[in-house]
Structure formats: C-alpha cells, structure tokens
C-alpha cells in the first residue's frame, strides 16, 4: 500500500499561482510514476501531469507552459506549480501513484485538494 497525502488547495484571482504537494508514503517501490488529476463537477477525473521514478514527466495540453510537475525524491514528494490560473482550471485536484508505461495507470490516491479560480 502506498499513502498519499496532499495540500496547497485554496482559492486565487485568475491570473494567481498556487503549489500542490503530495508526499508518498508506505510501498513506494511498487510505483514508478506518480501523478496529478483533476475533477471539475459533472466531468470525468483527468490526468493533468505525470512524473516517472527517473524524472520524466508529460503535461497535458491545457496546462502546457502553465503548470509544471516536479519532485523531491528524498522526501518522495512530488509538486505542482501552477501559474496563470484560469477559471477553467477550478476543479478538485488529486495526487495519484501508480505505473506509468505508455499511459499513466492509477493504483493510489490521495484524499484531494479543492483549487478555486475567481475570474
């Protein structure tokens, strides 16, 4: 099992910047990847950006130049900085572990983190 626990949510101007963290805990050597996901009311959970064990990450094209994935593997915590937010970007965000091949595969997840947007 692998615990995962997250902050940084809250609420900013369009235009702000907030830092998620989520720090690993647990098995951690069953995953190579972990990740970030958002959920906005009435829509599907969706991957925002991805970070594999040897630094390689991939961010989805609404987020790209925006919002940048990070690590501290000495405190198996990962980060997302986000920048230039918009409305659109308002949803619950969550930190997910799990297998990353050629797609991200979610095996953990954190309990959310609310990202708030005022236009």
């Known amino acids: 099992q692998v615990q995962l626990v997250e902050s940084g949510g809250g609420l900013v101007q369009a235009g702000g910047s907030l830092r998620l963290s989520c720090t690993a805990s647990?098995?951690?050597?069953?995953?190579?990847?972990m990740g970030w996901y958002c959920q906005a009311p009435g829509k599907e959970r969706e991957l925002v950006a991805v970070i594999s064990r040897g630094g390689v990450t991939s961010h989805a094209d609404p987020v790209k130049g925006r919002f940048t994935i990070s690590r501290d593997k000495a405190k198996n915590t990962v980060y997302l900085q986000m920048n230039s937010l918009k409305p659109d970007d308002m949803a619950m965000y969550y930190c997910?572990?799990?297998?990353?091949?050629?797609?991200?595969?979610?095996?953990?997840w954190g309990q959310g983190t609310q990202v708030t947007v005022s236009s």
């Open positions: 647990g098995s951690i050597d069953s995953i190579n990847a």
């Open positions: 997910a572990a799990g297998r990353w091949l050629a797609t991200m595969t979610p095996l953990y």
